[in-house]
């Protein structure tokens, strides 16, 4: 019993003093409230893990090529268009943001985004939001470009949002990591599935629901397949669905990466990522005629639904543990061993009653992840 409180007693000290840290860096309390239920996990023994006997497998979904509906170009007024812009593109030897990166011709990724946009404006007559979450090492990049190139997008309000970071923990202790040569290597992002701590803490979410804007679509800057397709807009709002996962059917090249599947406990859709499977599910997680689907990280969200499950919550959305274990130094494989905390926004599929997902055909996944898928 003495070991056991000693354990607890350890364990809120160091959440207050990784509070504190978070604070003092001016960190959004939403981000501070999901960091705080993902510490408590972590010390509570949960290992993040998803047993392959806890789920079943998706036995079909609707192919987007098969919706047979009329494209609703009012639903644009009602809709947001937001962008992943936080990576810096370091896996391809880059230190600034990998979106700046030329695509074609002088066109980079932020530049055909911007066009598809602006030509989607022009198109349909209606002013189609758009938003970027950037991070705080591609936000000045970002915004020096838009000043530049896009005046106009750039003058817009809420066109960027940041993208929140919390403490990297030390492995063993749990005690917030140190790096007096280089203290910015004591902070990490906090994985993808911060957009969420990142629109309430920022106020953009309920900016956007007093503009009356509906619907969300999130994608990533580095994935110019992910457009905002009227027909997939339409079949989202008339499912009233709160929530949906654009999922490509899984191929020998795709299984040893995440996929959809069915909690038996409560029957809601999750995802499984390959952090959260155990080496004996390994046989299981990685066939693909039984795991058919994996996320594209194109998503669609209901933000009045978002806005209901975080006023629940208490000013976050409860996402799944991802546990990370890597060094304080990326560089230095010998220092300070890590654990980093991340959350994957597609998890957030668990959250939503009537959640669901959709196939789509591989031209609207392609993402840029090294030098020669570029």
């Given at each position: 019993?003495?070991t ?41 023994g ?55 990166l ?10 055909l ?10 198109s ?50 749990f ?9 910015s290597?004591?902070?990490?992002p906090p ?8 629109l ?13 804007v ?7 800057s ?6 905002l ?14 929530f ?17 599947a ?18 004996e599910?390994?046989?299981?997680f ?74 789509v ?14």
């Open positions: 019993h003495v056991n409180y000693y354990l607890l007693f350890r364990s809120v000290l160091f959440l207050i003093i990784q509070q504190a840290k978070m604070e003092a860096d001016g960190v959004a309390e939403s981000a501070i409230a999901a960091f705080e239920a993902s510490f408590n996990l972590l010390v509570s949960e290992s993040g893990m998803i047993p392959e006997s806890t789920i079943t497998p998706v036995p079909e979904l609707v192919h987007a090529d098969s919706i047979d509906l009329k494209p609703d170009t009012s639903l644009l007024d009602k809709t947001v268009v937001l962008k992943l812009n936080g990576g810096l593109g370091t896996g391809m030897g880059l230190d600034k943001a990998k979106s700046l030329k695509v074609k011709g002088d066109d980079t990724f932020l530049d985004t911007a066009k598809q946009v602006l030509k989607m404006r022009e349909f007559g209606s002013h189609v939001k758009f938003m970027l979450m950037n991070s705080f090492s591609t936000s000045d990049d970002t915004l020096a470009f838009f000043n530049e190139k896009y005046p106009d997008l750039a003058a817009e309000e809420g066109l960027e949002m940041l993208q929140n970071k919390v403490p990297k923990l030390d492995a063993t202790t005690k917030p990591a140190e790096d007096p040569n280089n203290p290597n004591e902070w990490c994985g993808h599935g911060d957009l969420y701590a990142a309430v803490g920022s106020g953009r979410l309920d900016a956007l629901l007093a503009d009356g509906k619907y969300m679509f999130v994608s990533n580095d994935n110019l397949g992910a457009t397709d009227l027909k997939i807009l339409a079949h989202f709002a008339t499912s009233d669905a709160s949906m996962m654009e999922c490509c059917q899984r191929t020998e090249n795709d299984k040893k990466g995440g996929h959809l069915i909690r038996n406990s409560d029957k809601h859709l999750i995802l499984r990522e390959s952090a959260m499977c155990a080496d599910d390994e046989a299981d990685q066939d693909i005629t039984k795991h058919q689907f994996f996320n594209t990280n194109n998503l669609w969200i209901r933000l009045d639904k978002l806005k209901e499950i975080v006023d629940k919550s208490g000013g976050f959305i409860p996402l799944p543990m991802i546990k990370n274990n890597k060094t304080v130094d990326p560089k230095d494989d010998s220092s300070q061993k890590v654990v980093q905390l991340e959350t994957a926004m597609g998890a957030a599929i668990e959250c939503f009653d009537g959640a669901s997902a959709i196939i055909p591989r031209t609207r996944f392609a993402p840029v992840k090294k030098c020669n898928d570029l």
